[in-house]
């Protein structure tokens, strides 16, 4: 008895003793697994804080190198059309014209560079406006055809009776998207035509505008046709060097499209041509009104008598900057008058001794910002017993939405972005001296 006793406080001992030492290579086990485990978790956190890292600084990066391009762009292509606009020798036409095209064709790239890091990183917005897509259209149409013409190209539309005439979207996406697919159009065309064609299509049940672009060029192996919308996709990289291109033109596109809910394809026959196509989604704008856009000569003309003898401060530190500005707007206001500072704190100084309509507000400045400067002009506008809005314009190199938003917040009304068109530059002023006139009426 005794022994089968002892037998058995020897057996729960080893038991006791077998499961202590379970429990302590277990528990070593665990905690080298949790060792591990901290290990990876920091090595994971420090890889996601270099690609944090790195994409912050892709994005300081592009945005920076776009302000810098940009702001020597704006006095290439403004003094260009300056020049073009007066008197010059005939034989020089061709060398403007040469140098307003090649200015043209850098900006696209850069604004393609800009747009697809924008879409990358997910901040690129679809406006929701009325457009008038046939009038979009038929105004590119105006624009390309001297190209088509130089490449003995017909470049021709055509538009579906009976289209709505006013619809809801994007016009400078549509215009982009098509302005893209017709310019390769003409690109990889060297005889025949190339046509833009809109008509109203149903795909599945839904009512969608479909604009195709159809050319009668090069056309596309069958093997291309569907990475031809990736980014950097190319059929031949030595056409590319002869014809210039990113690759990247229509892989916005596509991103574009189907960001407002559309699809696009391709169907082309290597020699023969191609056609591509997109549809967006079909929404009739009600509202009968819309707002004349100033585009030709005449508009501008007339929206710049109606601002004769206004006065203007511009804050500019760039003094090529100063002359592209003083030379557009004394071309459009007759009588204007424009007195420039240097600096913001050169700006708010000025804007306390004199009445000014408005304010061009350079964002890059010395000394003080274009930031600041507009803020500390809104605070002394709040000490002023006249109640008198002054509208401050940003004209900026950089396209950022949130340094745009910062203009906003910091009190500026509007924005007119480097390089600028003409248009934009005469319209902006234009909006905002009619609503600080209207306003002050009904004060
Ligand atoms: P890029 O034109 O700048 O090279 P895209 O993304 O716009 O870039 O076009 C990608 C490629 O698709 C072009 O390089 C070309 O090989 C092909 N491609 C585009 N449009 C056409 C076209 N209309 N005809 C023939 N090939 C085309």
Redesign the pocket.
């Known amino acids: 008895m005794h022994y089968i006793v002892l037998l058995l406080i020897i057996l729960v001992l080893i038991l006791v003793f077998t499961w202590f030492n379970e429990r302590h290579t277990l528990k070593s086990r665990i905690s080298g697994l949790q060792d591990e485990l901290h290990h990876k978790t920091s090595e994971l956190t420090a890889q996601i804080e270099k690609t944090e890292k790195s994409e912050k600084y892709k994005e300081f990066f592009l945005a920076n190198m776009s302000h810098e391009i940009r702001t020597p762009m704006h006095a290439i292509s403004g003094m260009t059309n300056i020049l073009r606009r007066n008197e010059h020798l005939p034989g020089q036409v061709r060398y403007l014209d040469a140098i307003h095209q090649s200015a043209e064709n850098l900006l696209v790239i850069l604004n393609d560079i800009l747009d697809s890091s924008k879409i990358e990183a997910g901040k690129l917005k679809i406006d929701e406006v009325p457009m008038e897509p046939a009038k979009i259209i038929t105004d590119l149409v105006e624009i390309l055809s001297l190209r088509a013409t130089d490449k003995g190209l017909s470049l021709t539309h055509e538009i579906e009776p009976g289209l709505p005439e006013r619809v809801i979207g994007d016009p400078i996406r549509l215009n982009q998207i098509l302005t893209?697919l017709a310019s390769?159009?003409i690109?990889?065309t060297e005889q025949g035509s190339v046509q833009i064609i809109c008509k109203q299509v149903t795909a599945d049940g839904q009512g969608m505008l479909q604009y195709s672009v159809k050319?009668s060029?090069?056309?596309?192996p069958a093997n291309k046709m569907e990475t031809?919308f990736e980014v950097f996709?190319?059929?031949?990289g030595t056409?590319?060097k002869k014809f210039g291109?990113?690759?990247?033109?229509?892989?916005i596109c596509k991103q574009l499209v189907e960001m407002q809910g559309g699809e696009i394809f391709v169907v082309s026959k290597e020699g023969e041509g191609?056609t591509?196509t997109f549809r967006l989604p079909l929404i009739i704008c009600e509202k009968e009104s819309m707002e004349p856009k100033a585009t030709d000569e005449q508009i501008l003309e007339k929206l710049g008598r109606q601002m004769s003898g206004i006065q203007i401060l511009l804050a500019e530190d760039n003094h090529f900057n100063i002359m592209l500005a003083t030379d557009d707007l004394t071309h459009y206001i007759p009588g204007v008058r424009i007195h420039t500072a240097a600096n913001g704190k050169m700006a708010v100084e000025s804007f306390q001794q004199e009445s000014y309509d408005l304010v061009l507000m350079d964002i890059q400045m010395p000394e003080m910002d274009g930031y600041d400067a507009a803020s500390q002009i809104r605070q002394l506008e709040q000490n002023r017993d006249d109640e008198r809005h002054i509208p401050i314009i940003a004209m900026t190199a950089s396209l950022l939405e949130h340094e745009i938003d910062k203009c906003y917040k910091v009190g500026m009304d509007n924005y007119i972005p480097k390089p600028y068109q003409i248009e934009q530059l005469i319209g902006t002023i234009h909006e905002e001296i009619q609503k600080s006139r209207n306003t002050r009426k009904e004060l």
């Open positions: 893209n390769n159009a690109k990889f050319d060029g090069i056309g596309i031809i996709e190319q059929v031949d056409l590319s291109g990113t690759g990247l033109g229509l892989s191609s591509f």
